[in-house]
């Protein structure tokens, strides 16, 4: 059994840090070790960061983004096209798409996808929310940005299954070969999706 080197303090930073994606146990410990030999510099300012955020942050009810406001900054910028309407599986994506900054569209987020084989239903998700807002008018085009997965593409047909009564265009994401990449490198399914996908130069 390992020896303890630290107080429980840091120990708990450590395990805390060790669940963000991306640190695993030994990256935790060198981020732990960082912020606390930066203490004035790094650990306050981000403890006080972390507080401020565990008070002010808040899910939005219209389109499901995480925001110090209800409704979101993308919910409450007037410049947007409030006709179109990028569905999306997590936060993480709506933020990947603004980066993108592709498209001045509104969102809606799901909050995952629809799995049976892990308990999650249609109640689960955020599915009502949006197709309340499809029926109250105003929106033309549904773009359904979800994974290219089997979970992905359950949730994609069975929100397509929702709207069929609706005057709204449904479009989905293009999937196939990816700006910049080499066919040989490419797996068999997103080879022949990009074929089925193929468009007119």
Not at 29 to 35: D, F, G, I, N, V
């Amino acid at each position: 059994m390992a020896k303890r080197v630290t107080g429980p303090e840091i120990e708990k930073l450590i395990q805390l840090l060790a669940k963000v994606p991306g640190l695993g146990p030994r990256s935790a410990r060198r981020a732990a070790l960082h912020l606390v030999k930066k203490k004035d510099q790094l650990l306050g300012p981000l403890a006080d960061a972390m507080g401020e955020a565990h008070r002010k942050v808040r899910i939005c009810s219209c389109c499901g983004n995480v925001d110090t406001s209800d409704p979101c900054t993308v919910c409450m910028d007037v410049r947007r096209d409030r006709s179109v309407i990028i569905v999306v599986e997590d936060v993480s994506d709506l933020w990947a798409l603004e980066r993108a900054g592709a498209m001045n569209a509104a969102y809606h987020v799901l909050g995952g996808t629809l799995s049976p084989l892990d308990g999650i239903g249609p109640d689960d998700l955020n599915i009502r929310g949006l197709v309340d807002r499809v029926a109250e008018g105003g929106v033309r085009e549904l773009i359904i940005a979800v994974n290219a997965t089997v979970e992905g593409q359950t949730t994609a047909h069975y929100i397509t299954d929702q709207l069929s009564g609706l005057d709204v265009r449904i479009t989905r994401l293009a999937h196939g070969v990816p700006v910049g990449g080499e066919l040989d490198y490419l797996d068999e399914g997103t080879l022949t999706a990009a074929l089925r996908a193929r468009t007119a130069i």
